[in-house]
Structures are given as structure tokens and as C-alpha cells.
């Protein structure tokens, strides 16, 4: 998933006889009170309650900013279509959400991305597919990957990979630590809440109980920093020469 260049899968965690190991077991123990300790269980995986990760088909998000000295425009979809990954000997069926991103008023990558709740409210991440557009024009599939690898339609070079990652824990506290993306030769992102109970000020309007955080590709050191909005979801971001902010959207923080 790209949102002003973030990557996301979660400490992927092998999957040995058909279960999950510990997530994250790499991370320092202080720094996963709250990261789900075992394998998830999806009972009712298209029903969302995280509170920094809500969805809500045919609600959208948009947003605006700059990369560089150009306009940014960053549009979320959030489809009613589902779709079925092999897990563990069966099935989770996962939510659909597009993004798509407009660099100097022009069509630059759409994106679909593919999310469950897990029965304690954490949300993982299933794969992304991506289209690179340049001139209006389809140029490349460059960090797509899904959890069983790809079926029919789905772009030509999508990485494989045997579990999903860890999007947004249930109940975030600061120091916690999680890894979105870990693909190999693929997207690699490390997270950690860094802020609890922030005011964050955007172009729709200003959000409380926000949390803040830092996201880190381990291979290269670049970060960038979001903030997600309680009944909203991410709702700004800001990185070393891009940045945007929420300018409209279906979702509203609770009274």
C-alpha cells in the first residue's frame, strides 16, 4: 500500500503446519505490549472496528499536497468488492481498498489493496497490486505482492508471499512496534507508534485523540510520519520533500 511512498507488510510471520508463529519476534519485547502474540483468528474478517482503520464501502477519502515542487492528489476508494486469500488450509475473504495518485495533474498509480479484521481488532494486510502510469499510459507493477501469489488478471511479476502483515494493531500504545511490508527483494516497512492522544489540524478540519506514526524502510533509513484520526483513519502525512493532508472525506471522528 502507497500512501506518499509508504510501504506496508507486517512482520510476516512464517507459517509452519498451517499456523502462524509470534509476530514481530525479531522486535525487543518491550516494544510489542500491544502486537497480537499469536495467530490471528478470522471469523468475520469484512467487519471493521479498529478505530485508526475504519471501512466503510463506498466511503472515500481525499487528500491533497506536494511532492517536490509538484501538486499531489491522493484519492481512497473504499469498495464494496471482496476478494478471497488462501490462509492456513482455508480462506479469508478481505476488503478492497483503491488508491489512486495524481502528481502534477496527472495520473501517476492506482492501487488496490487488500485488508481483513482479525477477531481482536487488529486489521492485516493482505497484498497490494500496482499500476505505474506515465503519459495516461500502464509502465510497470513495481511493489505488488499477495498473500498465495497471483491469480488471473493480476500483474505479471506480483511477489509471493505465505502470511499477512500487521497493518494496525487493535489497541496501539506508544513504542509499539510492527512491520506492515517485509517482502523479500519487495517493500520492506517498519513501524512504531511514537505519539498517543495528539490535535492534528488538516484542511477538513481538526482531529483529537490522534496517534502518531513513524514509518521506516530498514534498507535505505528514509522515514516518514502519519497520523491517523480516530472513526477516520490516516488523516496526514509528511515525509523529506512531500507531505499531504485529508481535504474531504465519508468518515467522521466520534462525538
Known amino acids: 500500500m502507497k500512501r506518499a511512498r509508504t510501504w506496508t507488510v507486517a512482520a510476516l510471520v512464517p507459517l509452519a503446519a498451517g499456523a502462524f508463529l509470534a509476530l514481530g519476534g525479531h522486535l525487543p ?125 493480476d500483474p505479471e511479476g506480483t511477489q509471493t508471499v505465505d502470511v499477512p502483515a500487521l497493518f494496525m494493531p487493535a489497541d496501539p500504545e506508544v513504542g509499539d512496534q510492527w512491520m506492515p511490508e517485509d517482502v523479500p527483494d519487495g517493500p520492506r516497512e517498519l513501524d512504531e507508534m511514537t505519539k498517543g492522544d495528539v490535535k492534528v489540524r488538516t484542511k477538513s478540519g481538526s482531529f483529537e485523540g490522534c496517534i502518531e506514526v513513524l514509518e521506516t524502510d530498514p534498507v535505505d533509513g528514509d522515514t516518514e510520519r502519519k497520523w491517523y484520526a480516530p472513526g477516520v483513519g490516516v488523516c496526514r502525512g509528511k515525509q523529506k520533500g512531500e507531505n499531504f493532508t485529508l481535504v474531504a472525506s465519508t468518515f467522521a471522528a466520534p462525538e
Open 29 to 153: 519485547p518491550e516494544a510489542r505490549a500491544s502486537i497480537p502474540a499469536g495467530p490471528p483468528a478470522f471469523s468475520d474478517p469484512t467487519t471493521f472496528s479498529n478505530p485508526y482503520f475504519p471501512f466503510q464501502a463506498g466511503g472515500y477519502r481525499v487528500f491533497t499536497g506536494k511532492s517536490g515542487s509538484e501538486p499531489i492528489v491522493l484519492l481512497d476508494v473504499f469498495s464494496g468488492e471482496t476478494r478471497e486469500f488462501p490462509l492456513g488450509g482455508g480462506t479469508v475473504t478481505c476488503r478492497v481498498l483503491q488508491e489512486t495518485e495524481f502528481e502534477g495533474g496527472e495520473l501517476s498509480e492506482i492501487t488496490k489493496n487488500y485488508f481483513a479484521q482479525a477477531d481482536d481488532g487488529s486489521v492485516y494486510y493482505f497484498g497490494e497490486t500496482v499500476d505505474n502510469y506515465e503519459d495516461g499510459v500502464v509502465t510497470g507493477h513495481g511493489g505488488s505482492w499477495l498473500v498465495g501469489g497471483p491469480q488471473g488478471g
